[in-house]
Antibody, heavy 119, light 108 residues
Framework: EVQMVESGGGLIKPGRSLRLSCTTSGFAFGEYGLSWFRQAPGKGLEWVGFIGSKASDGTTEYAASVKGRFFISRDDSKSIAHLHMNSLRIEDTGVYYC??????????WGQGTLVTVSS | DIQMTQSPSTLSASVGDRVTITCRASRSIDDWLAWYQQKPGKAPELLIYKASALESGVPSRFSGSRSGTNFTLTISSLQPDDFATYYCQQYKSSSSYTFGQGTKLEIK
């Protein structure tokens, strides 16, 4: 069974850094891309960024709203990906989801982890 | 960036009704469109991909179609479990995915 579990969320002050993890099992992690998404309280879904599989040299892409502040890494040996978030802003508050990315189709999602940026 | 305009934002319907939700892309995305269902406090679930392909395990009352840059999600006969929020997502390019604003499907 495919499982994806996010962790690392919490309450953090503006300007600080936080690292989220997406721990996976049940599939060949290295063969898939992985995307991060977020959802502000009461709002819609927003794509945050993507990391490609090893076959695509692990290329990364980011939404304009986080480019230069967030970056994504992956460790295929541990089937885990990380979202490194720097210079956090109040507007970065929300539930963060990781998703298994098969050429843009997200058939498997984690349950989400809440990040609250507040002073 | 490609913009996705989804309508309506809210839809009230009854069990057994046929409902339609629409997404319009700001430019051509071919068939690179997915539909997701999300219930409160839960992650989204994939319903449809490549505009009209039904994800495994999704009931056949869900269907998707495309006409140019207009995409439609249809539920042929609403069931109690279908009351949720629905999102479209374009994935023409991995450098930027975008979602529609969402449609909240409520019980009339």
């Amino acid at each position: 069974e495919v499982q994806m579990v996010e962790s690392g969320g919490g309450l953090i002050k503006p300007g600080r850094s936080l690292r989220l993890s997406c721990t996976t099992s049940g599939f060949a992690f290295g063969e898939y891309g992985l995307s991060w998404f977020r959802q502000a309280p009461g709002k819609g879904l927003e794509w945050v960024g993507f990391i490609g599989s090893k076959a695509s040299d692990g290329t990364t892409e980011y939404a304009a709203s986080v480019k230069g502040r967030f970056f994504i890494s992956r460790d295929d040996s541990k089937s885990i990906a990380h979202l490194h978030m720097n210079s956090l802003r109040i507007e970065d508050t929300g539930v963060y989801y990781c998703g298994r990315d098969a050429f843009g189709v997200i058939a498997k999602w984690g349950q989400g982890t809440l990040v609250t940026v507040s002073s | 960036d490609i913009q996705m305009t989804q309508s309506p934002s809210t839809l009230s319907a009854s069990v057994g009704d046929r409902v339609t939700i629409t997404c319009r892309a700001s430019r051509s995305i071919d068939d690179w469109l997915a539909w997701y269902q999300q219930k409160p406090g839960k992650a989204p679930e994939l319903l449809i991909y490549k505009a009209s392909a039904l994800e495994s395990g999704v009931p056949s009352r869900f269907s998707g179609s495309r006409s140019g840059t207009n995409f439609t999600l249809t539920i042929s006969s609403l069931q109690p479990d279908d009351f949720a929020t629905y999102y479209c997502q374009q994935y023409k390019s991995s450098s930027s995915y975008t979602f529609g604003q969402g449609t909240k499907l409520e019980i009339k």
